[in-house]
């Protein structure tokens, strides 16, 4: 078939020269559109070089081709709109970053111009561009399962204001009162700027400034359920698509979840750090023993 459509035979097919093992019959009634070799670049873990024939179907088949059509297949769908926007965004945002779709742009473009043909290098950044976007896919999965509609969405600001008190103990602990890279990144968390921490700070003033952060932290603890539950009323509302039972459900499964997380931080803090199983657990009895 290569000789008729081609009007040469190929030396050889493989990696060895004039080693011409590889071909394709074919009636000679049957006229191919296209024919040719590809260089064995264009296939993974081989030494031969692919070849390739291309036939006009109707004419193959008396008429009676049909279009390829894709088989039907299963697609998965997500009608919350939390879950879509924390995958979309994260996707998007990563996809953007690494330049992907400039990138399969430029591969896109070489292709035709080098006659449909990619280069080795091409294929590698061609593969190397396929694994990092399904690493991104896969971390976008893994972001939606941590969704997280159990968190407060005051949390960032209790965070600043308990990275603030520590701010200000290390401060106060710093004989230099100049401070070092450790009291910026927790003021960097706490939301100061470099001119508020770059300065010399004595005593008098870090007991100061910790005894307004430790009021503003008790009053954000104080009122912590206030915030949590409304915030959690709202993401459960959301979640549940107006249905109020679904609402409910749902935040009965918050609870459980955080009751759970409680007992087995309890169990964590009288492990320890022995890491030996909860079947070595010491538990005090009655009598003022402890059992095993």
Request: some cysteine; proline content about 4%.
């Amino acid at each position: 078939m290569l000789a008729s459509h081609v009007g040469t035979t190929p030396t050889t097919s493989t990696c060895i020269p004039n080693r011409y093992i590889d071909k394709i019959m074919g009636s000679p009634a049957l006229f191919a559109t296209a024919a040719g070799m590809l260089p064995r670049t264009a296939v993974k873990l081989s030494d031969h070089s692919p070849l390739y024939v291309d036939f006009d179907g109707a004419a193959l088949l008396n008429g009676n081709s049909s279009p390829i059509i894709c088989q039907q297949a299963r697609r998965l769908s997500v009608r919350n709109d939390l879950i879509v926007a924390k995958y979309l965004g994260y996707a998007i945002e990563h996809v953007n970053y690494h330049l992907m779709e400039t990138r399969i742009d430029r591969l896109i473009k070489l292709f035709f111009e080098k006659n449909r043909i990619l280069s080795l290098p091409m294929k590698c950044a061609l593969f190397n561009l396929d694994k990092q976007f399904v690493k991104v896919c896969l971390a976008a999965d893994r972001q939606c399962s941590r969704i997280g509609t159990h968190e407060t969405g005051w949390s960032p600001e209790y965070k600043r204001a308990g990275s603030l008190v520590s701010y200000w103990k290390y401060r106060l602990r710093n004989p230099s009162f100049t401070g070092d890279s450790i009291s910026r990144k927790l003021g960097k968390d706490a939301g100061l700027e470099s001119w508020e921490m770059d300065r010399c700070i004595f005593a008098d003033e870090c007991k100061a400034n910790l005894t307004e952060a430790k009021a503003w932290l008790n009053c954000l603890t104080r009122d912590s359920w206030q915030y949590r539950a409304a915030f959690q009323s709202t993401q459960a509302d959301i979640a549940a698509l107006g249905d109020s039972k679904k609402k409910l459900g749902i935040l009965k499964a918050i609870r459980m979840s955080e009751k759970s997380k409680r007992a087995f931080r309890r169990i964590a803090a009288a492990l320890g750090k022995s890491k030996t199983g909860l079947s070595r657990l010491i538990v005090p009895t009655p009598d003022g023993s402890e059992a095993t």
